[in-house]
């Protein structure tokens, strides 16, 4: 569970930086393996990972496969303490670190370089976005997650977002959770309405609709704000 709440927090905070909300899904996050402790860790809380972030599928990817490209800088305030006078070298035989230098003292937390035994607190190791993914890290653990959002991922993003609003407004009716409801929905525009259409079926089991039908015009529905577009909605108690 360690593992699967720094993940989901590295992930949250890639989908915060890139201002993709939760609700959107996203294809997939890569995972460089540590070690085969490690993936079979995360493999058994796989699917409360992909559910609290929203993402299709988890890939594991050998850290050699040259993917990804690590750098490494000297954690100054560590090293002061623990240096001193030494700083200017050991910072140098940091800065000189190569790739695979970076992946051992990533798995063992450890390394012994140019006379000097570090560790992994002692170094900052980042790792660069690749295109069309966002890729960040905490201590050993990296994650890339893939940031492109294809039409398909778009339209089940508005879905999910549509059962967000209907289900306050079922709130805002004072609706108990098992209450059946039928819905209308003015049609606005070609995205809004293929969505619905396409996850027409998910959108009644998570509100508890009988039906969802789209009008070409509702006179009295109400306004909802779906951050990109506003539709008219009106919901009946059934």
């Avoid at 699967?4 to 996050?29: D, E, F, G, Y």
């Avoid at 594991?60 to 000297?74: E, N, R």
Wanted: a negative charge; aromatic letters at 4%.
């Amino acid at each position: 569970m360690g593992y699967a709440q720094t993940i989901c927090s590295l992930v949250h905070s890639i989908r915060k930086n890139s201002k993709i909300k939760v609700r959107t899904p996203l294809q997939r996050v890569l995972l460089p393996v540590l070690d085969e402790k490690f993936s079979n860790r995360v493999k058994g809380v796989e699917d409360i990972i992909k559910s609290e972030v929203n993402v299709k599928s988890i890939e594991y990817i050998d850290d050699a496969s040259g993917l990804l490209v690590k750098s490494v800088k000297p954690n100054l305030p560590k090293l002061g303490k623990q240096y001193g006078s030494k700083m200017k070298e050991v910072s140098a035989v940091i800065n000189s670190m190569n790739k695979e230098e970076i992946s051992s003292i990533e798995k063992n937390g450890r390394l012994s370089k140019g006379g000097f035994d570090l560790v992994l607190e002692e170094v900052l190791i980042s790792s660069q976005d690749i295109p069309g993914w966002s890729v960040t890290n905490e201590g050993n653990i990296t994650v890339a997650l893939d940031i492109t959002i294809t039409p398909e991922l778009k339209r089940e993003g508005i879905a999910r977002d549509f059962v967000n609003r209907v289900q306050n407004m079922r709130k805002d009716m004072g609706l108990e959770v098992l209450d059946k409801i039928e819905i209308e929905v003015e049609q606005d525009g070609e995205l809004a309405t293929s969505s619905l259409k396409e996850f027409k079926d998910y959108i009644c089991t998570e509100t508890q609709a009988l039906s969802l039908e789209l009008k070409e015009r509702l006179s009295d529905g109400t306004e909802v704000d779906m951050d990109e577009f506003v539709m008219k909605v009106r919901i009946r108690k059934n």
